[in-house]
């Protein structure tokens, strides 16, 4: 309880120095009659200044009269009376903040946990708190851990783990119906650590790797039933308009064959599907034709012999047919 003792010590000297003063008259006239005056001085003071008592703006004064209930003192300052009542207890009024844990406390499956929580109470009444219970803050500490091993043995692994918020509530409304009675209500109660075996900790890890493994799995297929899906719509369009699928398939070989140095290998049956084996006819043709016209324009003149015959030139090699690329469009 805070007391304030300078202004019970400041009451006490003030008192016994009037009466100090007093008996020094009295005691020039009798000795016996200033002896007595002091006494009684020194009495009344040492009477005065345990009357005087104070407490703080969040404490509450339990006062007893004769052992029996006279009520509630403070906040500040105030008085009682000497040798009759008696202060028994200040209690706290602000909101207090509690840790409890529950250990090795088995769940609804079977798998032994540390739950570690922090409990937020207030006192509401405060003539309840002394006269219901013996030390209230440590009865509403075995509350809360008895109500937490109670929640936890009802729930499974997942919920403690996944559900905290509505472990949080029921634990909430359990210890408040505990501790009611005594004058103390429940701010709020969070739940702060989970701890499990450490076995079973890879255990899940290995199950959450394999579950993320098949969802990896599952978008996969789902990607190639799009992708079959958008080939067989780009099949019919393709069957619908020919033209559009040679277009595609130059464009794929023109893609293929744009790098230096790259070679293709396409059946000739796809070829023939396609209606490209003109078209590669007339590009070897091209080739043979551009590879003509470079040689006549190689002469070797060595010392000594004669120069070398010279090949025809591509205007006096005979035409070749190229057939069309796409029959039946004139190209």
């Known amino acids: 309880m805070q007391v304030d003792a300078g202004l019970k010590f400041f009451v006490f000297l003030i008192i016994v120095l009037i009466g100090g003063f007093i008996g020094l008259g009295a005691f020039q006239a009798s000795h016996v009659a200033g002896v007595l005056i002091w006494l009684a001085f020194f009495i009344f003071a040492w009477l005065l200044s345990s009357a005087v008592r104070m407490v703080a703006q969040w404490q509450r004064a339990i006062v007893l009269r004769l052992g029996k209930f006279a ?91 996944s559900g905290r918020e509505k ?28 701890i499990i075996p450490s076995a079973l900790q890879d255990a899940m890890s290995r199950q959450a790797q394999a579950e993320r493994e098949r969802q990896a799995r599952i978008i996969l297929g789902e990607s190639e039933t799009q992708i079959a899906s958008k080939f067989m719509e780009a099949a019919v369009m393709y069957e619908k308009s020919p033209v559009a699928l040679h277009l595609r398939a130059m464009n794929m070989l023109y893609e293929g064959m744009k790098d230096k140095g790259s070679l293709i290998i396409v059946p000739s049956s796809a070829l023939e599907t396609m209606n490209l084996g003109g078209g590669m006819q007339y590009a070897a043709l091209k080739q043979q034709a551009d590879a003509a016209s470079g040689a006549t324009n190689l002469h070797v003149n060595a010392p000594g012999q004669n120069p070398a015959p010279s090949l025809p030139s591509a205007a006096s090699a005979p035409p070749v047919a190229v057939p069309p690329i796409f029959p039946g469009t004139g190209f």
């Open 71 to 161: 009520g509630l003192r403070g906040p500040g300052l105030f008085f009682i009376t000497p040798l009759i009542e008696t202060v028994s207890s200040v209690i706290d009024t602000r909101t207090i903040s509690s840790t409890f844990r529950a250990e090795q406390t088995i769940t609804a499956d079977t798998v032994p946990v540390d739950v570690d929580a922090v409990l937020f109470w207030r006192v509401i009444d405060p003539e309840k708190a002394v006269l219901e219970v013996a030390q209230y803050d440590q009865s509403v500490g075995w509350a809360a851990q008895t109500a937490l091993r109670d929640v936890i043995g009802r729930s499974t692994l997942a919920d403690v783990l």
């Open 167 to 194: 472990i949080d509530a029921v634990l909430k409304a359990l210890i408040d119906s505990r501790t009611e009675p005594w004058g103390v209500r429940v701010e709020s109660v969070e739940i702060r650590d989970v």
